[in-house]
T-cell receptor, first 116, second 113 residues
Framework: GAVVSQHPSWVICKSGTSVKIECRSL??????MFWYRQFPKQSLMLMAT?????????EQGVEKDKFLINHASLTLSTLTVTSAHPEDSSFYIC????????????FGPGTRLTVL | TQLLEQSPQFLSIQEGENLTVYCNSS?????LQWYRQEPGEGPVLLVT?????EVKKLKRLTFQFGDARKDSSLHITAAQPGDTGLYLC?????????????FGKGTLLTVNP
């Protein structure tokens, strides 16, 4: 089946630094990738949708200057948390939609970000 | 913004019991999916339902899509400790843009041995 990887799986950083998280579709082309945020024991909250070669679309309330998304190829999207603060600590999950399969999204294993 | 109500939010049962989780909306879905997620991992797709009235079975799990495509249920028979996890329903609405999935709040299931 289709596989989506995320790197790193966990990261600890100091307040004020920036952190980049990569999301890769390993065996399919993903024209669209999605970034979610999840707090403990809660559901996934969609942050933004990224389409290859164009600007990301952010959900209401998500700061686009803080969460920079780049989708430079059909297999890679990156999320950069800029000037991270402790309240940005969360579980970040990406998913990728196979452009051949309308309703199918494949989820990555998530990245645990802890900001000290 | 379409809302997807999922209930119950928490469920703790004994091994061998049956349970049902519900997912409801006031809007019509193009499709609805059920996921299971374990701590520290991404959600894993269990099933996708598309047709109103559809019933799908996955071993001890039975998924039903309402005739009007506004609601769905997940029924687990004879639950086992290995069924413990966060169950999420997620929908794509008719006319929704970019096939965005919207998730319910999730049901945290604990099956005690």
């Amino acid at each position: 089946g289709a596989v989506v990887s995320q790197h790193p799986s966990w990261v600890i950083c100091k307040s004020g630094t920036s952190v980049k998280i990569e999301c890769r579709s390993l065996d399919f082309q993903a024209t669209t990738m999605f970034w979610y945020r999840q707090f403990p024991k809660q559901s996934l909250m969609l942050m933004a949708t990224s389409n290859e070669g164009s600007k990301a679309t952010y959900e209401q309330g998500v700061e686009k200057d803080k969460f920079l998304i780049n989708h430079a190829s059909l297999t890679l999207s990156t999320l950069t948390v800029t000037s991270a603060h402790p309240e940005d600590s969360s579980f970040y999950i990406c998913s990728a939609r196979d452009f051949l399969l309308t309703y199918t999204q494949y989820f990555g294993p998530g990245t645990r970000l802890t900001v000290l | 913004t379409q809302l997807l109500e999922q209930s119950p939010q928490f469920l703790s049962i004994q091994e061998g019991e049956n349970l049902t989780v519900y997912c409801n909306s006031s809007s019509v879905f193009s499709s609805l999916q059920w996921y299971r997620q374990e701590p520290g991992e991404g959600p894993v797709l269990l099933v996708t339902v598309v047709t109103g009235g559809e019933v799908k079975k996955l071993k001890r799990l039975t998924f039903q899509f309402g005739d009007a495509r506004k609601d769905s249920s997940l029924h687990i028979t004879a639950a086992q400790p290995g069924d413990t996890g966060l169950y999420l329903c997620a929908g794509v609405w008719s006319g929704g843009s970019n096939y965005k999935l919207t998730f319910g709040k999730g049901t945290l299931l604990t099956v005690n041995p």
